[in-house]
């Protein structure tokens, strides 16, 4: 069986006036069913870009990215958000919850799309919720909840819908250290239960959770390997420097 | 996702922003409501009308002579003659006398009081009815008699609901009451219905000036007939005079057609210009979407990274654009149907005239209709830019 995630060649050029940003450079990495990826880089480097092309909410300039061996760029914008909606489970920084709905209904959103029932999609929501240590404000508003709190709902509604892959865009970023660990510590628990988990942040200690890193610099990948490497925390200047 | 949910989501939406959403709705609500009173006006307008027509008879015809530039008039007989050899079209037919302004009873002169000679077949004619006393005969018409009918009101306000027997005065002579005209209106008023006074057409020509009768009016055996009657009338007085311009036919038939028509095409114009506060309601609608899409960026960027397509978001914005149109229709109906009361009071009140303002159900159900229509129609655009917007830039929005 081939990659879960492949990317070939894939660049993300964003033209503005005279200049064109390179965000994303050339960039080929595989990931595997199952894996824990880290993608770390300064601010910059083009992680969002290339986490947005693994999320189907964008396409690359050129190159191809192969999701379960299926070319994405040739699909229409219907078909991308069906995968969307049963293939990847988004975590932002910013928790992106709606704040006009309570947990529950917050949590209903990707099985609504999916046409699963009312009353099903309660049931689960309410389960996963629960499972989260999330029982006792299942009617409140997202408003009304710790940092996170908001962000244990955000991982609620990226598990409902059971996707293959979990995809977190520095989930830790607006989390003091103590919460932010528990945050890790539940991705970790999604990878032992089998999950594929790609792990985006610039933050070297958080990034050492996973068991691979990529890392970026100026929109190529400069390191790919198992995070115990002490390479993996080097910039390339000091990479330079060190040999 | 099912209607059911997009309609859920939509009424939500809504409901979480009313007073914004009641205030979109006006534009519809006036719209809808302006086109129900108009509509209801213009039943009532008809209803009356027809009503009106009905009193006075929608099979009669009325004959006015001039007589201008012939040598030969058309009298009495040649009317009666006109009645007797066409049985088929014509029932019946009273010649009428008007004479203003002359009734006197005791010292007082009463000039709102409508006195007419007319022939013995005029109550039948007016479908009214005897209530005391004789109705007008042949003979009184044959010896010119003086004798009258007079009305309910000037029986009750005039001799105290006792007239019969009495006498009146019409110019300088001096007429017996010989019986009361049943009560018509359902109120008694000086200038009404009810305030006549009615003598033998015979008498009443020799009291007028010229001695000669102008005016008389036919009843056709249906109005169906009506037309065929007056091209009788017509051709026979044709006969007479040789020229159009002498005499005048109008058939009460013809002219609440025109009536109707005229109306219904004032009250469809006055609808049209109605019709344009819906469509301003529409373009309120349009706007208030546009700015609710913008404000909703980061929401939509949220629903399509979870998974929803654009048809869903294009749905979503529809319906919710539909839904705050219908809403708006309703209470414009339900608007629209209490400014109809309140002007069918006011009509009333003021006007002192018996019509209701009434709005049909057809009416009702393409204002419903037609706001449906609007808000889809209006809330299309800013729909479609919010299915198109690009999740990336929408989660992006602050
Ligand atoms: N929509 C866009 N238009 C123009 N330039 C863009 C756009 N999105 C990203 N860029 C540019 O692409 C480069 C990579 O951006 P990206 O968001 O991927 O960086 P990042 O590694 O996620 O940074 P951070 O850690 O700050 O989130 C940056 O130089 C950025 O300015
Ligand atoms: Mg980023």
């Known amino acids: ?243 | 996702m099912n209607l059911f949910d997009t309609a859920r989501l939509a009424i939500g939406n809504i409901w979480a922003s009313k007073m914004r959403t009641f205030l979109t709705m006006l534009g519809i609500i006036i719209g809808v409501s302006a086109v129900i009173l108009i509509e209801g006006l213009g039943n009532g307008l008809q209803v009356y009308m027809e009503d009106a027509f009905d009193a006075l008879g929608t099979s009669s015809i009325e004959v006015i002579l001039m007589g201008r530039g012939s040598t030969r008039n058309a009298d009495v007989e040649d009317m009666y003659q006109l009645l007797d050899e066409n049985p088929q079209a014509l029932e019946s037919m009273t010649p009428t006398v008007t004479m203003s302004g002359v009734l006197k009873i005791g010292n007082e002169t009463y000039s709102k009081t409508a006195v007419t000679g007319v022939s013995e077949d005029y109550l039948d004619i007016k479908s009214y009815e005897i209530e005391k006393g004789r109705n007008l005969q042949y003979m009184d018409m044959k010896d010119r008699k003086a004798v009258c009918l007079v009305g309910s009101y000037v029986d009750q306000t005039y001799f105290k609901g006792r007239s019969v027997g009495e006498t009146l005065k019409v110019g300088k002579n001096k007429l017996t009451v010989v019986g009361v005209v049943a009560q018509e209106e359902e109120e008694l008023r000086e200038g009404g219905t009810d305030d006549i006074v009615l003598l033998p057409y015979t008498s009443a020509a020799r009291y007028s000036m010229t001695g000669q009768i102008s005016r008389y009016t036919f009843t056709a055996t249906d109005p169906d007939h009506s037309d065929e009657a007056v091209d009788l009338i017509e051709a026979r007085l044709y006969e007479i005079y040789g020229t159009e311009s002498a005499y005048m036919i109008v058939s009460m038939a013809q002219l609440l057609d025109t009536f109707s028509s005229m109306l219904n095409v004032m009250i469809t114009i006055l609808a049209i210009i109605a019709g344009i506060s819906l469509v301003v309601g529409g373009i309120g609608i349009m706007n208030i979407m546009l700015v609710s899409v913008t404000e909703r960026t980061r929401e939509i960027g949220i629903r399509k990274a979870l998974g929803a397509k654009e048809t869903v978001i294009l749905s979503q914005f529809v319906t919710e654009a539909a839904v705050t149109s219908v809403i708006g229709g309703i209470f414009g109906i339900g608007f629209g149907i209490l400014m109809c009361r309140v002007a069918t009071k006011l009509v009333v009140q003021i006007l002192q005239v018996k019509m209701s303002v009434i709005p049909d159900a057809q009416s009702i159900a393409m204002a419903v209709g037609v706001s449906a229509g609007i808000g889809i129609l209006f809330g299309y655009l800013p729909a479609k830019k919010a299915a198109n917007l690009n999740p990336i830039d929408a989660l992006r929005y602050e």
């Open chain 1, 1 to 243: 069986m081939g990659p879960l995630i492949e990317f070939r060649d894939v660049c993300k050029y964003y033209v503005m006036g005279d200049n064109t940003v390179k965000a994303n450079d050339h960039i080929n990495m595989r990931i595997d069913q199952g894996e824990f990826v880290a993608i770390v880089g300064q601010s910059g480097s083009g992680k969002s870009t290339s986490m947005n092309i693994i999320g189907c909410l964008d396409v690359p300039t050129s190159g191809q990215y192969l999701l379960g061996g299926r070319d994405v760029g040739s699909m229409n914008r219907s078909q991308l958000a069906e995968i969307r909606n049963e293939m990847l489970g988004f975590i932002f920084q910013q928790y992106n919850l709606l704040p006009k709905y309570n947990l529950i209904e917050n949590v209903e959103v990707p099985m609504m799309y999916r046409g699963i029932s009312r009353a099903e999609r309660k049931r689960r929501a309410v389960e996963v919720l629960t499972e989260l240590g999330l029982s006792d404000h299942l009617k409140h508003k997202p408003s009304e909840l710790s940092g996170g709190q908001q962000q244990r709902v955000s991982i609620a509604r990226a598990l409902v819908g059971e996707p293959p892959i979990i995809l977190a865009d520095e989930p830790t970023g607006a989390l003091d250290s103590k919460t932010g660990k528990e945050v890790l510590r539940l991705l970790q628990e999604l990878h032992q239960k089998g999950k594929t988990v790609v792990l985006i942040t610039h933050d070297n200690s958080i990034a050492r959770q996973a068991k691979r890193i990529i890392r970026l610099e100026d929109g190529c990948v400069v390191y790919d390997g198992p995070s115990d490497d002490p390479a993996a925390f080097r910039t390339h200047a000091e990479e330079v420097q060190a040999e």
